[in-house]
């Protein structure tokens, strides 16, 4: 053994909120364990290349242009998770380089966002395979079959009904903890609006902030932002496009062609919690990292074509509890903006019923979990 690792982080590139679980809980670590000894990888690079290149591909192209199909395997590797021909194709893919990073620097404790490796150590351990604790992080509002791992120590779930249907497949409800999913700080500090407004030297006008996915996976923003500059109500528009070059690029060309509502368009952004909290109203994608930065801000939430699988899911678990509206098209988008726009009550109770949901201090808790255990571990070990 070379040297000791105090905490592993195992993401996977499979949209960009797994990665972000990890940075918020790598942000805590850091903070309440100043000096640990952090490593977070994507688990992609330890599968083949042309494995890994491939499925992300498949992933993007699915989610963007077929979001149907992507509905269909979706639901189909909920079904065949964990069974023994699936388990062992996952098991597969990776264990070699793994277990090796185990043996070299033995981490004291293991903390997954993404189920691919969640569902690798959680089969090394069933084989009797040397494993410290592992913690498994739940990334969206409704239960994929892949998460369901029995052989975890611990783990951290959005939800109480997510925390009742893993203890339905047999876990231990004692190793699962109702944490919500994990968020930046950045997204647990909320100040008013029009300040928020002036820290970054915008008008003081009606905002409303169109989030694409950091993938450029959410389809249909050119068409909405179209039918959004027909509005005879007065807003300004924000576009953030991440990395979809493409798309800012179309979008720029919509500037010139109106003179009534100022648009601003945007590539990929670091303070992207400054901008929300200077937004009155939040147009995005239903993923489970982003949906909880915005609920953890209080932001008044519209849903825009989420696509079917843990989106709709998310979106669905979200507006039964009134605290986010979806639109599917951009006619019913450009609607229900004008419609929130003149109404305060209506943002207000929406806003207000997002920030009974929001659990913003999740990645705090998961992370001073992991100093605890590291820090029973150090003491196993001196003794």
Same mark, same amino acid.
């Given at each position: 053994m070379e040297q000791q690792l105090d905490v592993l982080l195992l993401s996977a590139g499979y949209g960009e909120g797994h990665h972000q679980a990890a940075r918020a809980i790598q942000e805590n670590l850091q903070r309440i364990w100043p000096g640990c000894q952090i490593t977070m990888m994507d688990y992609l690079e330890y599968i083949p290349d042309f494995i890994g290149q491939a499925t992300v591909g498949l992933y993007k192209a699915m989610s963007k242009h077929s979001p149907w199909m992507y509905a269909g395997v979706y639901h189909l590797t909920s079904q065949i998770a964990g069974m023994w021909g699936w388990s062992h194709i996952e098991y597969?893919?990776?264990?070699?380089?793994?277990? @090796?990073?185990? $043996?070299? !620097?033995?981490? &004291?404790?293991?903390i997954c966002t993404h189920p691919l490796p969640m569902a690798v150590l959680s089969t090394m351990r069933r084989q009797n395979e040397k494993v410290p604790p592992v913690f498994g992080v739940v990334t969206d509002y409704v239960l994929h079959g892949e998460w369901i791992q029995s052989d975890l120590d611990r783990y951290y779930v959005p939800t109480r009904r997510m925390q009742q249907q893993l203890s339905e497949h047999g876990i231990d409800s004692k190793r699962i903890i109702v944490s919500g999913i994990p968020v930046r700080e950045a997204f647990s500090e909320t100040i008013d609006t029009h300040a928020a407004r /002036? /820290?970054?030297n915008w008008p003081d006008v009606p905002t409303v902030l169109f989030l694409s996915s950091a993938l450029g996976t959410l389809g249909g923003v050119v068409e909405a932002c179209q039918e959004l500059l027909l509005s005879r109500e007065y807003f300004r528009l924000v576009v953030i496009c991440g990395r979809d070059t493409t798309l800012?690029? &179309?979008?720029? $060309?919509?500037?010139? &062609?109106?003179?009534? @509502?100022?648009?601003?368009?945007?590539?990929? !952004? @670091?303070?992207?919690?400054?901008y929300m909290r200077a937004s009155d109203i939040i147009v995005t994608k239903a993923g489970g990292i982003t949906l909880s930065e915005a609920l953890s801000l209080q932001r008044t939430i519209v849903i825009y074509r989420p696509i079917p699988g843990q989106e709709s899911g998310n979106s669905r678990w979200a507006a039964q509890r009134g605290a986010v509206v979806i639109a599917k098209t951009p006619e019913t988008l450009c609607e229900q903006i004008e419609t929130l726009l003149a109404n305060d009550a209506l943002r207000i109770t929406l806003s207000t019923r997002a920030g009974h949901l929001a659990k913003p201090h999740a990645a705090r808790r998961i992370a001073s979990d992991a100093c605890e255990a590291a820090g029973k571990i150090n003491r196993m070990t001196r003794n």
């Open positions: 597969s893919l990776g264990r070699r380089h793994l277990r @090796h990073l185990i $043996q070299t !620097v033995y981490p &004291k404790v293991i /002036a /820290a970054l800012a690029e &179309k979008l720029r $060309q919509l500037i010139a &062609k109106d003179t009534f @509502h100022p648009i601003e368009v945007l590539g990929y !952004v @670091h303070n992207i919690a400054d």
